[in-house]
């Protein structure tokens, strides 16, 4: 079955904590990003990555971090940097190229305890 | 920024046609407007893009005016579950990269 996933659904964290998110494709797309989505809100770009081993800042970078070391994954780890990681984060791939069609994962609902 | 611009919200009922608007005066010529949705608490679809001339796909049609600075999506015979919050979008180039950039969109509520 061709598509993205998410993992967890859900997930908690303790102050001072780094967590990661894991986001996987199967579907050969070269490109891969991060959302983060706060109530009521638009999504707003995190990081994106164009191809293997390689990534860029999206709009609101700044306590995250990710990694690209295979085609397939693409995992956000947030960073106890990010003071208000309690959100909504997307993950979504698409093929490289003028019509950029961006197909999304399930999503991971991030809390803090 | 976001380069559209939406209206907050839209009631329809079932089974009639859903006309959602989207205006994009800034947009380039070479600028895709995408439509994509998001049911509650789930991952945006894809629902349909154009450039130019009207699209229609299994989900929707897409009418550009011919001046593109403004376009509707139309589903034909709404159902309950197409509430959702509808976004718009026409890609930015930001530091050489093509980027989406997500509003708030417009919710949808499909009454019965």
């Known amino acids: 079955d061709g598509g993205i996933t998410q993992s967890p659904k859900y997930l908690f964290r303790k102050e001072g904590q780094n967590v990661t998110l894991s986001c996987e494709q199967n579907?050969?797309?070269?490109?891969m990003y991060w959302y983060r989505q706060d109530p009521g809100q638009g999504l707003r770009l995190i990081y994106y990555s164009q191809i293997v081993n390689d990534f860029q800042k999206g709009d609101i970078a700044e306590g995250y971090s990710v990694s690209r070391e295979k085609k397939e994954s693409f995992p956000l780890t947030v960073t106890s940097a990010q003071k208000n990681p309690t959100a909504f984060y997307l993950c979504a791939s698409s093929l490289r190229g003028a019509k950029n069609i961006q197909y999304f994962g399930a999503g991971t609902r991030l809390s803090v305890l | 920024d976001a380069k559209t611009t939406q209206p907050p919200s839209m009631d329809c009922a079932e089974g009639r046609a859903a006309n959602l608007p989207c205006n994009h005066s800034t947009i380039s010529g070479n600028e895709y407007v995408y439509w994509y949705r998001q049911i509650h608490s789930q991952g945006p679809q894809y629902i349909i893009h154009?450039?130019?001339n009207n699209e229609t796909n299994e989900m929707a049609s897409l009418i550009i005016t011919e001046d593109r600075k403004s376009s509707t999506l139309i589903l034909p015979h709404a159902t309950l579950r197409d509430t959702a919050v509808y976004y718009c979008i026409v890609r930015v180039n930001q530091g050489g990269s093509e980027k989406l950039v997500f509003g708030k969109g417009m919710k949808l509520t499909v009454n019965p």
């Open positions: 579907l050969n797309h070269d490109a």
């Open positions: 154009g450039l130019k």
